[in-house]
Structure formats: C-alpha cells, structure tokens
C-alpha cells in the first residue's frame, strides 16, 4: 500500500516556474515507477510524465518536453515535477501516481490504467 501527498500547486503568471512533490509513505517506494497527469476543467485526464522505479528512465509527452523535468529522490520517498515556462494551458489538476510497472514499453507509462495508487492532486493556475 502506497498513500502520495502532492504539494506545490498555486497561482503563477505565464512564463513562471512551479516545483510539484509528491511525497509518499511506504517502505518500498523505490520499486515504483510514478507518473503525473492533469485534468483541466471539462477535459479528460492526460498523461504529463512518468519515471521507472529507478529514475533511469523518464517519459514526457510532446505539449511538456523541453519545460517539464521530472526526478526522483528514493530516500527521501518524493517524487519532483520542475515546470518552467509554464502556460496557460497548463492550467489544471495535477495528480501523481504510482504503481509497480514491469515493462520496457513506454506505451505502459502513459497510460492512468497502469497505475494503481493516486494523490488527491494540487491545483496549478496559470494566467496569461
């Protein structure tokens, strides 16, 4: 059993910079891949990033490269999501996730269904 606590949320201008965390409890947390999604109001889920259990491999997806850096501490059980030059289309619910993936297939990551555990999410507004 895993709980995730993201924090780090808030208000930003167009251009500003965010750090999300998401902290989690449990011993084994360094066998856990974890992703981050976002909802914007009216929109489905969609997958922002993801990275292995061992932080040797990271997926983005295209609206997020070159902005959004994803990163793991193992000791220190969080998760970070480091978000420059955000947009306002950024603007959403964020929620990390977590989940014991054994797969060399990206596809695997992108997908919420891979995932088993959820934080209750932060909220980032970003304003043009």
């Known amino acids: 059993q895993v709980q995730l606590v993201e924090s780090g949320g808030g208000a930003v201008q167009a251009g500003a910079s965010l750090r999300l965390s998401c902290a989690a409890s449990g011993r084994t947390f360094s066998t856990y891949a974890v992703g981050w999604f976002r909802q914007a109001p009216g929109k489905e889920r969609e997958f922002v990033t993801a990275i292995t259990s061992s932080g040797g491999s990271t997926y983005r997806a295209d609206s997020v490269k070159g902005r959004f850096t994803i990163s793991r501490d193992n000791a220190k059980n969080t998760v970070y999501l480091q978000m420059n030059s955000l947009k306002p289309e950024d603007t959403a619910v964020y929620y990390c996730?977590?989940?014991?993936?054994?797969?060399?297939?990206?596809?695997?990551?992108?997908?919420?269904?891979?995932?088993?555990?959820w934080g209750q999410g932060t909220q980032v507004t970003v304003s043009s």
């Open positions: 996730a977590a989940s014991r993936i054994i797969s060399s297939r990206s596809d695997t990551y992108y997908s919420h269904t891979s995932y088993n555990y």
